[in-house]
T-cell receptor, first 113, second 114 residues
Framework: KAGVTQTPRYLIKTRGQQVTLSCSPI?????VSWYQQTPGQGLQFLFE???????NKGNFPGRFSGRQFSNSRSEMNVSTLELGDSALYLC????????????FGPGTRLTVL | AQSVTQPDIHITVSEGASLELRCNYS??????LFWYVQSPGQGLQLLLK??????LVQGIKGFEAEFKRSQSSFNLRKPSVHWSDAAEYFC????????????FGTGTQLKVEL
C-alpha cells in the first residue's frame, strides 16, 4: 500500500505570492492533518480534516487555509506569503477519526524569498 | 493546554551503547503518547505509541518506552544503539477528544559515534 504522498516536494516562492500544497492520504484513510515544521517553532499543528470537514484548527493566521475533497485528498493554501512561512509542511493521514496512529508524508519544503 | 518537554537538544552516544531520550508532558488526564523519528529531509516515522494498558511499550527498530504517570514521563530507550539510529527524535502528545492534533516536543538530535 502506498504511503502518504505530498506534492510538490520542493517549492520556491516570493513574498506576497500564494501557494497550494497537495496531500494524498493512504488509500482508505479519511482523516488528514497538516503540520508546519520550522527550526524556530518546531512542529506545529495547522488543521485537520475528516470527511471534507475541518474538525480542528491550530493557532495560525487566516492566510493559512485548507480543504479536503471527496476522495480524501487534501490541499492547503497559504496566501500573501511571508518570509516566516518558509518551512517543511507535513501531511499526515489516519484511517478513521478514532484512536489510532497518524502516518506522515515526506513533506513539502517551501522556501519564501 | 497540553505541552511536551524534551530537555536534551543534542545527545551523542557510542555505537553499541544504551540510549535513553527523555520526554515529559503536561496534561490533566491520561494522554496519548508517541515517539517519532525523523531523518534529514524525511517525514516522521512512528516508533511507538501509548494509548492505554501496559505502561511498557515496545516499538520498531528495538525501541521501547515506559509511561510513568507519577513522573509525567514517557522516556524512549534502546539497549544498543546502531549508527543508523542517528536522527532527530520527537515526543508527542495527543488528547482524548482532541482529534488528530498532536503537540510535539522540540526534538532531540541523536549523534552516534562509531
Amino acid at each position: 500500500k502506498a504511503g502518504v504522498t505530498q506534492t510538490p516536494r520542493y517549492l520556491i516562492k516570493t513574498r506576497g505570492q500564494q501557494v497550494t500544497l497537495s496531500c494524498s492520504p493512504i488509500s482508505g484513510h479519511r482523516s488528514v492533518s497538516w503540520y508546519q515544521q520550522t527550526p524556530g517553532q518546531g512542529l506545529q499543528f495547522l488543521f485537520e480534516y475528516f470527511s471534507e470537514t475541518q474538525r480542528n484548527k491550530g493557532n495560525f493566521p487566516g492566510r493559512f487555509s485548507g480543504r479536503q475533497f471527496s476522495n480524501s485528498r487534501s490541499e492547503m493554501n497559504v496566501s500573501t506569503l511571508e518570509l516566516g512561512d518558509s518551512a517543511l509542511y507535513l501531511c499526515a493521514s489516519k484511517p478513521l477519526a478514532g484512536d489510532n496512529e497518524q502516518f506522515f508524508g515526506p513533506g513539502t519544503r517551501l522556501t519564501v524569498l | 493546554a497540553q505541552s511536551v518537554t524534551q530537555p536534551d537538544i543534542h545527545i551523542t552516544v557510542s555505537e553499541g551503547a544504551s540510549l535513553e531520550l527523555r520526554c515529559n508532558y503536561s496534561y490533566g488526564a491520561t494522554p496519548y503518547l508517541f515517539w517519532y523519528v525523523q531523518s534529514p529531509g524525511q517525514g516522521l516515522q512512528l516508533l511507538l505509541k501509548y494509548f492505554s494498558g501496559d505502561t511498557l511499550v515496545q516499538g520498531i527498530k528495538g525501541f521501547e518506552a515506559e509511561f510513568k504517570r507519577s513522573q509525567s514521563s514517557f522516556n524512549l530507550r534502546k539497549p544498543s544503539v546502531h549508527w543508523s539510529d542517528a536522527a532527530e527524535y520527537f515526543c508527542a502528545v495527543g488528547v482524548v477528544g482532541g482529534g488528530n492534533k498532536l503537540t510535539f516536543g522540540t526534538g532531540t538530535q541523536l549523534k552516534v559515534e562509531l
